[in-house]
């Protein structure tokens, strides 16, 4: 099984049809499920509810219970998280990430996972580090 760590934007991608990568989203979902674990981190899920919230205020439950079944596995940010971004971000240049799309990194790189996203920053910093899809 291949581990994948899911970002905002493919999630997003993945559910509303209006999104410029929705067909792109759902192709690659299609083409890996069936050998896939899909990793989401609790900071993708928070990110994700707030986007729906400002969008489709309706939506926000069902949404949650959406990436929940996605999630087969969530990374919590918890001490052993902490510490890891911490020497994470001794060692890598950074420059122009966001705290979101690091933590995003550093899961891939624990989690030994490739990443999900359409963020182009976050894809060409991933592509360095070996955790692009």
Same mark, same amino acid.
């Given at each position: 099984?291949?581990?994948?760590? @899911?970002?905002?934007?493919?999630? *997003?991608?993945?559910?509303? &049809?209006?999104? @410029?990568?929705?067909?792109?989203?759902?192709?690659?979902?299609?083409?890996?499920?069936?050998?896939?674990?899909?990793?989401?981190?609790?900071? @993708?899920?928070?990110?994700?509810?707030?986007?729906?919230?400002?969008?489709?205020? &309706?939506? =926000?439950?069902?949404?949650?219970?959406?990436?929940?079944?996605?999630?087969?596995?969530?990374?919590?940010?918890?001490?052993?998280?902490?510490? *890891?971004? *911490? *020497?994470?971000?001794?060692?890598?240049?950074?420059?122009?990430?966001?705290?979101?799309?690091?933590?995003?990194? =550093?899961?891939? &790189?624990?989690?030994?996972?490739?990443?999900?996203?359409?963020?182009?920053?976050?894809?060409?910093?991933? &592509?360095?580090?070996?955790?692009?899809?």
């Amino acid at each position: 099984m291949n581990k994948y760590v @899911v970002d905002t934007s493919f999630i *997003s991608s993945l559910v509303f &049809r209006n999104d @410029v990568n929705f067909k792109k989203a759902n192709v690659i979902y299609k083409n890996i499920y069936d050998n896939a674990i899909f990793i989401v981190p609790s900071c @993708v899920i928070l990110e994700f509810l707030i986007g729906v919230k400002k969008f489709f205020p &309706r939506k =926000v439950d069902f949404m949650y219970k959406y990436v929940n079944k996605l999630a087969e596995e969530i990374i919590y940010i918890d001490k052993k998280f902490l510490d *890891s971004y *911490s *020497s994470f971000i001794k060692k890598e240049k950074h420059l122009g990430l966001s705290t979101m799309d690091m933590s995003i990194l =550093v899961s891939a &790189r624990n989690q030994k996972a490739k990443i999900l996203t359409f963020d182009i920053k976050l894809e060409k910093f991933s &592509r360095k580090l070996n955790t692009q899809t």
